[in-house]
Nanobody, 123 residues
Framework: QVQLVESGGGLVQAGGSLRLSCTASERTFSSYAMGWFRQAPGKEREFVAA????????YAADSVKGRFTISRDNAKNTVYLQMNSLKPEDTAIYYC????????????????WGQGTQVTVSS
């Protein structure tokens, strides 16, 4: 059982930056692909970014390309999401998730989820 704990959310003005972190309890963290998803009120959970187990491959939604960067530190069992040039439409609860299969975009392929962290971008 992998437990994931997110941190780093908060309130920021448009154009600002935040860095989210997600730390896993499992020592086999490096064997999982990791993803970030978000869910705004009244909307479905959507893919934001993902990274392969080694960190060698990354993927991002078109809406965040060029602004958000995903990375991981397997020695620290942690995955990060650096968010720059934030927009009000980025406001959502952000979740990290772990997948044992390399299906990065599909929310249903992620077995473990964190509790989420709120990101609010004011205009």
């Amino acid at each position: 059982q992998v437990q994931l704990v997110e941190s780093g959310g908060g309130l920021v003005q448009a154009g600002g930056s935040l860095r989210l972190s997600c730390t896993a309890s499992e020592r086999t963290f490096s064997s999982y692909a990791m993803g970030w998803f978000r869910q705004a009120p009244g909307k479905e959970r959507e893919f934001v970014a993902a990274i392969s187990w080694s960190g060698g491959s990354t993927y991002a939604a078109d809406s965040v390309k060029g602004r958000f960067t995903i990375s991981r530190d397997n020695a620290k069992n942690t995955v990060y999401l650096q968010m720059n040039s934030l927009k009000p439409e980025d406001t959502a609860i952000y979740y990290c998730a772990a997948s044992s299969v390399p299906e990065y975009y599909d929310v249903d392929e992620y077995e473990y989820w964190g509790q989420g962290t709120q990101v609010t971008v004011s205009s």
